[in-house]
């Protein structure tokens, strides 16, 4: 069965600096989507970027970004200029396009605190 | 474009009632997802359908729980009877054939006296 770790339950980061998200994931697939999703305060779940695995080039969106590397079942997330709306939590999710297996598989999350 | 709703969005009852969560998930969308999300498990998949048709509910915890998909447009969780320990949030979400990811509703949040 797929997993997904997510291996830090909590991480902090200063305003403006630059913080990495760590996900690794285990699976016997080789095509598959990874995504991470922000969930805040007010338990929202919003995708914030995704990935397919046959693409090599990491996906960006504006200010995250993602770091794949397939081979060693990685996909962390980075959040450049980190602003006090990224205070969150970060779920990292898998699921492979196969029919019989569409449902995410998630991560426990990591609790993001942004400081002023 | 609305998105997946949820109502309602806060629920408070009492112990042995029974609870009804309702979900329309995004027109168009032909997959639609329950999840149940506490401290202690975190996201939880309970159910999903695909046109209508319940296709996995291995996670479906009791009995005492139950979803129908009468429609494209609308989703039922029901609890019966309640227990304090389903206090929880609980997610629908919906997404299209393919490789879309799932969009979320805002969630139930159901806390069982």
């Known amino acids: 069965a797929q997993t997904v770790t997510q291996s830090q339950p909590e991480m902090s980061v200063q305003e403006a600096e630059t913080v990495t998200l760590s996900c690794t994931y285990d699976?016997?697939?080789?095509?598959?989507?990874l995504f991470w999703y922000k969930q805040p305060p007010s338990r929202q779940m919003i995708l914030v970027i995704r990935?397919?695995?046959?693409?090599?080039q990491n996906a960006t969106e504006n200010r995250f970004s993602v770091n794949f590397q397939k081979a060693a079942k990685s996909f962390s997330l980075k959040i450049s200029d980190s602003q006090l709306g990224d205070a969150a939590m970060y779920f990292c999710?898998?699921?492979?396009?196969?029919?019989?297996?569409?449902?995410?598989?998630f991560g426990k999350g990591t609790r993001l605190s942004v400081i002023a | 474009d609305a998105g997946v709703i949820q109502s309602p969005r806060h629920e408070v009852t009492e112990m042995g009632q029974e609870v009804t969560l309702r979900c329309k998930p995004i027109s168009g969308h032909d997959y639609l997802f329950w999840y149940r999300q506490t401290m202690m498990r975190g996201l939880e998949l309970l159910i999903y359908?695909?046109?209508?048709?319940?296709?996995?509910d291995s996670g479906m915890p009791e009995d005492r729980f139950s979803a129908k998909m009468p429609n494209a447009s609308f989703s039922t969780l029901k609890i019966q009877p309640s227990e304090p320990r389903d206090s929880a949030v609980y997610f629908c979400?919906?997404?299209?054939?393919?490789?879309?990811?799932?969009?979320f509703g805002d969630g139930t949040r159901l806390s069982i006296l």
């Open positions: 990935q397919e695995a046959y693409k090599q």
């Open positions: 359908f695909n046109n209508n048709v319940p296709i996995d």
């Open positions: 699976t016997s697939e080789s095509d598959y989507y």
């Open positions: 999710a898998y699921r492979t396009p196969n029919s019989g297996n569409t449902p995410l598989v």
């Open positions: 979400a919906s997404r299209g054939t393919g490789v879309g990811p799932q969009h």
